[in-house]
């Protein structure tokens, strides 16, 4: 002897509520009350919560450690980031790809470099491939020199890209790294 499912009386009204043409065209006049209705009715078929509390604030639970504990230290990440990432993964990573003449090709030292601060800084990948295309072009048409007049227009050329202070630390950078090496 097989039983019949029991049937609440709101099943009906649900179907007719979700029926009404009201509820099926969202430019009807009425179609905000009806979708109110539907919800009222399910609220009261299904009076369970189902929804899942959330965090007062998702962030601090992003803080804690347990939550990702096999995420490195920030420090340990910008230790592989500058020290140990190999020139293929950080130009993947950076999204930089500069297609040079056959006979030129970056210090990989200071590519590599440059690679890291602008994954460090979250520099958008098509503003560090117009760096490095800027660069590329002042250093083979220039010999290799690099003017104070170049470094006044690479801040003007890069002011809406970069922050102050990142545009400084770079022309700091190869001031003091890039261009006493190359000497």
Known sequence: MATEPTTNPLDAKIAEARADEAYLSPMHERHSAAVANVARLFSQRYPESVAVEQPADPLAAAAREDVQPALPSTEEARRVLFEEMDLGELR????????????????????????????????????????????????????????????????????????????????????????????
Do not use: C
């Open 92 to 183: 993947s990573r950076a999204g930089v790809h500069v297609a040079l003449p056959s006979n030129a090709q970056f210090d990989p030292v200071h590519e590599g470099n440059f690679l890291a601060f602008v994954i460090n800084e979250g520099v958008p990948a098509q503003v560090a491939t117009r760096i490095t295309e800027y660069y590329a072009d002042r250093v083979l048409l220039g010999g290799n020199e690099i003017t104070e007049q170049d470094y006044e227009d690479f801040r003007q050329r890069f002011a809406k890209d970069l922050r102050p202070d990142q545009i400084e630390q770079l022309i700091r950078w190869h001031k003091t790294e890039v261009m006493s090496s190359d000497r």
